[in-house]
């Protein structure tokens, strides 16, 4: 069907073939009228005379419509063409869990737990609605950019009250992951996919299944008659706990298995508690001038790597997380001394995790005081505090829209960005608003204000829009590239600085009036930059790369490059200290105006996407899945 490429069938122009499986083959698409990317699978041209098999593929597009959850992929709707029919759906940037246990041979405890725990909650949820899903394993389960677990094909699943379609003694699955009684070609239920999800855990530990061979025979015989190997014994890393999990989520009788999705996350709940108090990994680069400040002890790094390991975890490359400055002339002065010790680490007992109740990631943060703030993120997500960030309310948009970045001025004036060429604006912070199209297709990333009047906002395909007047009208700067934009910062009135992808440079020295490109420093994306004075400013990016320039970005030193996961936000402090913060449940931290770094790993797939830091010093982090840390 590599035929349909380049063609429109409705408002769907087919990109890019995704994949192809025993149904069907995938493609990705982009919806014309609502300027997004979409999954599109159509049934494989051979079946397409099956009424069965046309009844089963309508089936799942019926099923999966029905379910809404963070952590299953959504169906948009269903088009049929002459004779193609076609599920359109999410479109997930990332990876499927059996490449990443593939890549990776095997996935640590931590890792492990933190995707099992979010499949659970899909699959609890789809449960709670009536619906088995009956075929879970590694392949079905995609991790996008952001750490965020997706379960996909439902192609088999079956409602509870549905009575016709599948005959029973069917064996339906993957013999690697099929619970006994699936085997037996006996009644399934709910029990059956706590099976499956037993047995991707323990993949995930141990790079194969349980019952691994060849033989279709052997495998069978271990699902019905044999007992797991204990995974301690294995690996002596491993807590006796975890064996305990493993065993009774694979129970050949259902009945003593855990008796529901929300049992199994609490028993993994417990291994979280055993990670935060055995984490003590942390990684230390050698100062190259010590007259800075001294670093000895990172003891208190454990408190933050056990909230950490509390909140989310996750994000394999990186593709999202932007940074707000804090108010537009006073950002670069802040009262940050108390989360310091004399002897310059970070005391992350200052830190705080802010309830949110939230599981979309959060992507961007601003306060115009001390108490009013909002925090935009995935999903058309707006959150408000009023108390500093004690509570948080959210405010509902007519957008299917994720939401990138927001600014505000104490006076109301508003500009809130999407990743579907589009930005609201407000003049009495967003009680009302008007919504702009920027003509073209772009993803818009990131809104940044020089001063009260001069802003400027950058986005994909080289795109900078300019206003002079607050916002009141906006134009199109010419840019010599067709590149991704990510961050934009200006060390004086006059010179800035715009990184991008494959570590594209672009310096203006008339305001923001002309950009040129400058020699690139690296071939991978550039995500973040911050100035903190004329002279001296800092670059990090995807490559967990971070370069420093003494001579307004003349020049640029690298002074990190062995941190080997994405960096998505990077601020200075004042003119010694400055954080960063990435992937996988990365916090970094320099005491010598960014020379040297100290980095804590918590080796777990978690993302923290953002920092904002407030006039008072209060510094904001935020993440994947409603995290928001606070820390005074």
């Not at 799942?60 to 169906?75: C, D, G, R, W, Y």
């Not at 291994?271 to 007259?291: C, E, F, H, M, Y």
Request: hydrophobic share 40%.
């Amino acid at each position: 069907m590599s035929e349909l490429i380049g063609k429109i069938i409705e408002n769907y122009k087919f990109i890019s073939l995704l994949g192809k499986g025993g149904m069907g083959v995938v493609y990705k698409a982009q919806d014309i009228k609502l300027e997004r990317y979409v999954a599109i699978k159509i049934l494989s041209s051979h079946l397409i005379d099956s009424p069965r098999l046309i009844e089963r593929f309508k089936i799942e597009a019926k099923n999966q419509a029905k379910l809404s959850h963070p952590n299953i992929v959504t169906v948009y709707g269903f088009i049929e063409y002459k004779n193609l029919l076609g599920i359109v759906m999410e479109y997930v940037e990332g990876e499927s869990l059996d490449k990443i246990v593939y890549k990776n041979k095997r996935l640590n405890l931590g890792d492990s737990v933190y995707i099992l725990k979010q499949v659970l909650s899909g699959i609890g949820y789809a449960h709670s609605r009536g619906f088995i899903h009956r075929d879970i394993k590694p392949s079905n389960i995609i991790l996008n950019t952001e750490g965020v677990a997706k379960i996909m094909d439902f192609g088999i699943s079956k409602s509870l009250f549905q009575t016709s379609f599948t005959k029973t003694g069917a064996k339906i699955g993957t013999i690697y992951y099929m619970s006994p009684e699936q085997i037996r070609g006996q009644q399934v239920t709910h029990h059956s996919d706590i099976y499956s999800l037993g047995c991707t855990l323990f993949e995930m530990l141990n790079g194969n299944p349980p019952f691994d061979s060849d033989s279709e025979y052997e495998v069978m015989e271990g699902h019905l008659k044999k007992d797991v190997p204990k995974l301690s014994k294995l690996y002596p890393e491993l807590p006796e706990n975890i064996d305990d999990v493993i065993k009774t989520s694979l129970q050949k009788n259902p009945n003593e298995r855990f008796q529901s999705c929300e049992e199994f996350i609490e028993s993994l709940r417990k291994i979280d508690k055993l990670i935060a108090l055995s984490q003590t990994t942390v990684l230390k680069r050698k100062k190259k001038n010590p007259k800075y400040v001294r670093m000895y002890s990172i003891a208190a790094f454990i408190g933050f790597i056990g909230v950490l390991l509390a909140l989310s975890y996750f994000a394999f490359y990186q593709v999202d997380g932007l940074f707000k400055s804090g108010k537009i002339n006073e950002f670069k002065r802040y009262s940050i001394q108390s989360i310091f010790t004399n002897e310059g680490e970070i005391n992350f007992s200052k830190f705080q995790k802010l309830e949110t109740n939230i599981t979309h990631s959060i992507n961007s943060l601003y306060f115009i005081n001390e108490n009013r703030g909002v925090a935009v993120g995935d999903s058309s997500l707006f959150l408000e505090t009023f108390d500093g960030g004690n509570t948080w309310q959210q405010k509902k948009f007519e957008s299917s829209s994720n939401f990138n970045d927001i600014v505000m001025f104490d006076n109301g004036t508003a500009f809130l960005l999407t990743d579907s060429s589009t930005f609201l604006t407000s003049n009495n912070f967003f009680e009302t608003y008007e919504r702009f199209e920027v003509t073209g297709n772009y993803s818009l990333m990131r809104v940044y204000f020089k001063d009260p009047l001069t802003g400027f906002i950058i986005g994909s395909r080289g795109l900078v829009l300019k206003t002079d007047n607050m916002g009141k009208n906006w134009y199109k700067i010419d840019t010599p590239t067709d590149k991704i934009l990510f961050d934009i910062s200006f060390n004086d009135d006059e010179e800035g600085i715009i990184v991008g992808w494959d570590g594209l440079i672009l310096k203006s020295t008339d305001n923001g009036v002309n950009w040129n490109s400058s020699e690139s420093i690296t071939r991978k994306y550039l995500k973040s930059i911050d100035f903190i004075n004329n002279d001296l400013g800092l670059v990090s990016g995807g490559g967990g790369e971070i370069f420093r320039t003494f001579d307004a970005g003349s020049s640029w030193i690298p002074v990190a490059k062995d941190i080997l996961v994405p960096i998505q936000r990077i601020k200075f402090l004042d003119e010694e200290k400055a954080i960063a913060v990435g992937n996988r449940g990365l916090f970094i931290y320099s005491g010598d105006a960014g020379l040297t770094w100290q980095v804590v790993d918590t080796k777990s797939f978690a993302n923290l996407t953002n920092i904002f830091i407030t006039e008072a010093g209060k510094i904001f982090i935020t993440g994947v899945n409603g995290t928001i840390l606070r820390a005074e």
